[in-house]
Structures are given as C-alpha cells and as structure tokens.
C-alpha cells in the first residue's frame, strides 16, 4: 500500500470516527416540549391554587395566571400547590407640559410579590419579586385618559402574568 492510500484511509477512519461521535452526543439530548398538555409540567402548572385579590390590577393578573396555568379549565378544586400573589401598581407621569403642568405621557408599572408553596408540606418552593411597565399617552378628555391608564394596566398586568407563569414552569418541571 502506498503511502498516499495510507493517509487517504486513517483520514477516513478519522472523519467516520468523529461522525460516530457527534452521532452519539446527540442522541444523548432530548428534546421535550414545556408547555405541551400531556406534558408533567402543564398538569402541576394546572394544579397551582392562586390567592384572592385585592385591586382590580391584581384581579387582572390573577386571572390571566389561572388562564395560562390552567390551560382555560379554571382553578383546580385541590391544589398542590399554593400562590400567593401581592399586585400593586403606580402611575408615573412624564413629558410634562409646561405651559399646563400637566403629563402628556406615563408609564404604568405593576408590580407582583409571589411567593409558590407545596400544599401538602407548606414548603416555599419559589419565591420572588416582579414588575412590568406600560407607556400611555394621557389625552387632555378626562375619560379618555382614565380609560388610557386602565387600558395599560391591563397590558402590564396581562406582561406580568406571562412572566410569572414563566417562574412557575420553571419550578414544577424539577
């Protein structure tokens, strides 16, 4: 065998060999959707009670979290897991006009304090502080911009919601 047919060979060897071995590597991984319904982590997200509110923001985001915890069923009558849920929020003018001292613009930030316990053992599992911000524009018609403030409440409230249900995946899939 000459020595150029040599070479050729053990390059091959080489490259079937390194093959063989990204081949194995990933085989190794697996690829499991989170939030699939028959999946163990869409079933403990639906089993996950949530507190009562106390401001209309915090029914907001109690709500949209039952909705996405729960897949749209509703609360779990047994739950096992517990959430309890503090929702705040401010409004923050900003763009003041000089002439009328009043904001033409502002931000709405809501803010959660979150603390997910077991049901069964009353063990914190997560705990933890989050916030979301909506910009408005305030119109100078009064109704308009309590109907604009409400309207950004919503979205930062319906923000909030998707990020804590983010938190949460993240627990009960361990």
Do not use: W
């Amino acid at each position: 065998m000459s020595l150029f047919n040599l070479s050729s060979t053990l390059r091959g060897l080489r490259c079937g060999l390194a093959s063989l071995i990204v081949l194995g590597t990933l085989s190794a991984c697996q690829v499991k959707p989170l939030y699939s319904e028959s999946s163990p982590v869409s079933q403990n997200l639906g089993s996950i009670g949530i507190s009562e509110a106390n401001t209309r923001v915090g029914q907001e985001v109690r709500n949209q979290l039952i909705f996405l915890t729960s897949g749209g069923a509703g609360e779990p009558s047994s739950p096992r897991y517990n959430l309890a849920l503090q929702v705040s929020s401010t409004v923050i003018g900003a763009l003041y006009d000089q002439a009328g001292d009043t904001p033409q613009a502002g931000r709405i930030v809501v803010y959660a304090d979150f603390n997910l316990t077991e049901a069964s053992t009353g063990k914190t599992l997560k705990s933890g502080r989050r916030s979301s911000v909506a910009l408005v524009d305030f119109p100078t018609q009064e109704f308009a911009k309590v109907r604009a403030i409400r309207d950004g409440e919503n979205r930062a409230a319906r923000e909030l919601a998707e990020m804590i249900r983010g938190e949460l995946a993240l627990v009960v899939s361990r």
